[in-house]
């Protein structure tokens, strides 16, 4: 009986654009939630203090469409951060119900040494890269995203 040699998942017969976008990101997802734990942090606590770091004052409810969960995930998240001292709640000035999520002085010193590690992928992954076909991947990026209904905004860094 023959065993017949599987190849690794990143080698295909025929690579296609989609398997090469899979294999970009699943690496590039897998390199960041190492680094990311190094620090306490899971990758859907990451993306939560990314939008608060820029979007200070969201809502749990907000907190969870920029991660991409669902409102009881997002609670969760948003508890998990409460629970270590990164984010602190107050409430809103016009809804007195709803609590507004912002960074503590410790959840800005854990979200700057997080993004430091990613940018350090980020330029690791792209670092065959000159900065204009860096720009023009941004580029073609947010033309996908926009294609698939889902806009990326914002400026590019």
Not at 48 to 53: D, E, I, S, W
Not at 113 to 127: F, H, I, P, S, T
Request: aromatic residues 2%; contains cysteine; positive net charge.
């Amino acid at each position: 009986m023959t065993r017949r040699l599987i190849p690794s998942p990143s080698l295909s017969p025929e690579p296609t654009l989609r398997h090469a976008l899979r294999h970009v990101s699943k690496q590039f997802s897998s390199q960041l939630q190492r680094l990311l734990q190094e620090h306490g942090v899971s990758q859907a606590e990451y993306v939560a203090m990314f939008a608060l770091k820029r979007l200070p004052g969201l809502s749990s409810a907000e907190v969870s469409r920029w991660t991409g969960v669902t409102p009881q995930a997002g609670n969760q998240i948003v508890k998990a951060l409460l629970d270590r001292g990164l984010v602190r709640r107050r409430p809103s000035r016009d809804h007195a119900r709803v609590l507004l999520i912002d960074l503590t002085e410790e959840g800005r010193r854990v979200i700057d040494v997080c993004e430091k590690d990613a940018d350090e992928l980020e330029n690791r992954m792209c670092q065959g890269m000159t900065s204009e076909q860096r720009q023009e991947l941004m580029s073609l990026l947010r033309m996908a995203a926009a294609g698939l209904g889902s806009p990326i905004s914002g400026p590019v860094r």
